[in-house]
């Protein structure tokens, strides 16, 4: 399967737009999940390994900014 560039922005673009939403800081999920992929063999994380990245599971919950954070993402 061939991925475009369009593909690629689009699926890479979706989950960082999803966290934002979520008060969850979009890089620094990036920057974790791509660790958490580096530790696990260079495979991303499955099951319970994937939670702490899913922003609707509690430890997803627990990334989110405090509301007395200034910085914002996008609106819904």
Do not use: K, V
């Not at 399967?1 to 699926?11: D, E, G, N």
């Not at 920057?31 to 063999?41: E, F, I, K």
């Not at 509690?58 to 990334?63: H, L, M, T, V």
């Amino acid at each position: 399967m061939r991925f475009s560039a369009r593909t690629t922005s689009a699926t890479t673009t979706w989950p960082l737009t999803t966290a934002a939403q979520h008060g969850i800081e979009p890089l620094t999920l990036l920057t974790d999940y791509l660790q958490a992929c580096a530790q696990n063999g260079g495979t991303a994380p499955a099951g319970a390994g994937l939670d702490p990245f899913l922003p609707w599971t509690p430890q997803g919950r627990a990334r989110r900014r405090p509301a007395s954070d200034p910085r914002q993402g996008p609106g819904p």
